[in-house]
C-alpha cells in the first residue's frame, strides 16, 4: 500500500461543475502539498496545508489532521483547469523536507 | 515570473554524451535543492537531494556516477547525466523549498532529455 493514495486517478466532468479530489495518507506529516502539473509538464504548488481549510480563487483545500486525509475541491470547472493533480506530503520528522507524492489525479474539463 | 529556474527545457543528445540540467532559484536561497524524474503518466520519482556545499544525498537504486549533481552555490545545484543511454530519456525536474519553516515550495519547468 502506498504511503499516499489518490482517488480517483482519472476524472472527466462538464464545464461548470463541482470537482473533488481526495488524498490519504499513512504517515506522520508535517505538511500536505497540492500541486498541478499542466501537460507541457510544469508543476505549481497551489496549497501547502498543515490543518484546516485554504482557499485560493475557485480552489479550495482541506485537511483533517486526524484521519490522514485531504481534499481538493474546485468550484465552477473549466477547461483550463484540466491537468493532473498531485497531492505531495512531508514528513514530520524534522530536518526531513523530502516529498512522498500520491499517483496523481488526470482531470479533464469538457466545454 | 519563475521562482525556480530550470534550463534547457527541451534537449536531444546522441547516445553516449553528457548533458547538463540546470536549477536556479531566483530570488532566494536554497540549501537544499531536489532533483525528480518523472516517466509518463506516473508520479514523481525522488532521484536525489542536492546539498549546498556537500554531497548529494542519492535515493535507492539511482546511480550516483550516472547522475551527477553539483550544488556549488546557494542559488544552482546542476544534474549531468553522464554517458547517456535511450533508457535515460526522461522528464527531469528540480524543485527548491524556500523558507525552512514557511515551506514555499517551487518546481522548475522541468528539462525534457531524449537521448538517441
Known amino acids: 500500500k502506498n504511503e499516499v493514495e489518490q482517488s480517483p486517478q482519472n476524472l472527466t466532468a462538464q464545464e461548470g461543475e463541482f470537482i473533488t479530489i481526495n488524498c490519504s495518507y499513512s504517515v506522520g506529516i508535517s505538511a500536505l502539498h497540492w500541486l498541478q502539473q499542466h501537460p507541457g509538464g510544469g508543476i505549481v504548488s497551489l496549497f501547502m496545508?498543515?490543518?484546516g481549510k485554504k482557499k485560493h480563487g475557485r480552489l479550495i483545500a482541506t485537511i483533517n489532521i486526524q484521519e490522514k486525509h485531504s481534499s481538493l475541491h474546485i468550484t465552477a470547472s473549466h477547461p483550463r483547469d484540466s491537468a493532473v493533480y498531485i497531492c505531495?506530503?512531508?514528513?514530520?520528522?524534522?530536518?526531513?523536507?523530502?516529498?512522498?507524492f500520491g499517483t496523481g489525479t488526470r482531470l479533464t474539463i469538457i466545454p | 515570473g519563475a521562482v525556480v529556474s530550470q534550463h534547457p527545457s527541451r534537449v536531444i543528445c546522441k547516445s553516449g554524451t553528457s548533458v547538463k540540467i540546470e536549477c536556479r532559484s531566483l530570488d532566494f536561497q536554497a540549501t537544499t535543492m531536489f532533483w525528480y524524474r518523472q516517466f509518463p503518466k506516473q508520479s514523481l520519482m525522488l532521484m536525489a537531494t542536492?546539498?549546498?556545499?556537500?554531497?548529494?544525498?542519492?535515493e535507492q537504486g539511482v546511480e550516483k556516477d550516472k547522475f551527477l549533481i553539483n550544488h556549488a552555490s546557494l542559488t544552482l545545484s546542476t544534474l549531468t547525466v553522464t554517458s547517456a543511454h535511450p533508457e535515460d530519456s526522461s522528464f527531469y525536474i528540480c524543485s527548491a523549498t524556500r523558507g525552512r519553516w514557511t515551506g514555499e515550495l517551487f518546481f522548475g519547468e522541468g528539462s525534457r532529455l531524449t537521448v538517441l
Open positions: 542536492s546539498n549546498e556545499g556537500s554531497k548529494a544525498t542519492y
Open positions: 496545508l498543515s490543518s
Open positions: 505531495a506530503v512531508r514528513s514530520a520528522n524534522f530536518g526531513n523536507e523530502k516529498l512522498t
